[in-house]
């Protein structure tokens, strides 16, 4: 029997698609353990995000494909939850001051940067994710503008804090912070992304940033 069976009751051969409001019902972590790593496995042998259909992926799963739409609603959102599992998690920032919090957010993008260096499927998945344009659009939407926004919503306190000077631009300031790790990561795939370089950035920046009159 496979995973799809002891999920829904169902084979392979059932409607891909069930109707009504589906994907409110209780998750079974085993079996989404299961279809993630059939994609990654799957990634890992060298096959392309254009050739990784939801049919290939229940396969290797041990699936139905009812299974799998039934917890995503296409391979764009299931590849998204895919990079997530690969990629490193998403810190909780200690919410002591803006400096603190701008430092756990660099280092978690520094950590995704050294994650990527080192794990071949992440560095071909994010290589081949910007020619779907599907793909990178659920990505962007899911993973990077919520991460853009809490940055800014971070930049925002401190301003109010009296962290930060109050005639900073917020969005200009947001690209500035996080520049040097995309910098690193993206175009210097030769530069360091050593132990510490989150506070150099942060505390470089703030230096110059802070209100007249602060320490």
């Given at each position: 029997m496979s995973l799809a069976d002891t999920d829904t009751g169902t084979g392979a051969d059932a409607d891909p698609r069930p109707c009504g409001?589906?994907?409110?019902?209780?998750?079974?972590?085993?079996?989404?353990?299961?279809?993630i790593e059939g994609a990654m496995k799957l990634l890992e042998d060298g096959v392309p995000l254009a050739e990784l259909s939801i049919e290939r992926i229940a396969r290797t799963a041990g699936v139905g494909k009812a299974t799998i739409y039934r917890r995503w609603s296409g391979k764009e959102e299931l590849f998204v939850d895919v990079l997530r599992a690969a990629?490193?998690?998403?810190?909780?920032?200690?919410?002591?001051?803006?400096?603190?919090?701008l430092v756990v957010l660099l280092e978690s993008l520094r950590r995704r940067g050294l994650a990527s260096r080192a794990s071949v499927i992440l560095h071909n998945v994010h290589t081949q994710m910007k020619s779907s344009p599907k793909i990178w659009a659920a990505y962007h939407n899911t993973v990077i503008l919520p991460r853009r926004r809490l940055g800014l919503e971070v930049l925002r306190r401190g301003r109010e804090n009296g962290e930060l000077r109050a005639d900073v631009d917020l969005e200009l300031l947001n690209d500035i912070v996080v520049g040097p790790l995309?910098?690193?990561?993206?175009?210097?795939?030769?530069?360091g992304l050593p132990d510490g370089l989150a506070e150099q950035v942060v505390d470089t920046l703030l230096q110059g940033l802070r209100p007249v009159g602060t320490a």
């Open positions: 409001p589906a994907r409110g019902r209780p998750r079974s972590e085993a079996v989404e353990r299961a279809i990629e490193p998690v998403d810190p909780e920032l200690p919410g002591t001051s803006m400096r603190d919090d995309l910098v690193r990561t993206l175009l210097r795939p030769d530069a």
